[in-house]
């Protein structure tokens, strides 16, 4: 937490700076004032940096509001396809363990009062893995829960029909509901690394990467200092400018960070 809100001040410092670089330059090449130029692009930064980061703000939150239930639940569930079984067994009982009693089995975990039974190897719970499961509980008399993305209609009407033991099968958004979305943490997240040509997306989140900041401001400022001393201003200001704009979206563009 202390990380980001410090990445987050850099930002809001880099970005103040940036902008007030560009309208001294622009200001005072037609003003020829320095005074005017620096108070008009410190008033004039602050006000762009203000709204700047407090869009990107409102943004944010839109972004994560937006992101439904059913979209975290489909996301866990990826998630736990690509872990292993032990993984998965030891996930759910870690998160587990800190608020009750249970018991960690190779293929279940066990509480006092059921068995839960979390199947993730499997796009969809099909009759042979129902059956296989079945066999594997059926020595205790507790009830058992499957965890699963989802699961055929004729497993969720077999459950319905066995007397001697009661089956309840969770698909990903109800396994998100009653269990993860109250564990400490999602599932760890599988990053897949594309080989791929790169598209327009990935282009831009190349050029506007924050480890290319640096540069853009070094040789941002440089062809401005220059633009004070040669005849021909207005090439170096216009260049210049664009590198400190480069600069200017590596900060308020942290969602195209990607390392390459």
Known sequence: MTKIRLNYIIDIILTYLICFILF???INFYKKNVTISFVLSFIISFCIVFLIFFIRSKVAKKKNA????????I???SQLKFSTKANVINYFYNNM???EKVTKHKDFIETTTSIIYPFFEKQILDLDSFSQIYKST???PKNVII???NAQKDCLLLCSKIKNKR???LNAEQTYIKFIKDFEKPPEEVIITKTQK???KELLSYISSKERTKNYILMGIILIISSFFVMFKVYYLVFGSILLSMALLTRILPYMKKKW
């Not at 937006?66 to 639940?73: D, G, I, R």
């Open 138 to 140: 059926h020595s205790t």
């Open 97 to 99: 363990s800190k608020k």
């Open 24 to 26: 001294y330059a622009w």
């Open 66 to 73: 937006s992101l439904s239930q059913k979209e975290q639940a």
């Open 75 to 77: 996301m866990c569930a």
């Open 147 to 149: 965890l699963c993305d």
């Open 198 to 200: 790169l598209e327009f």
């Open 167 to 169: 089956i309840t099968i």
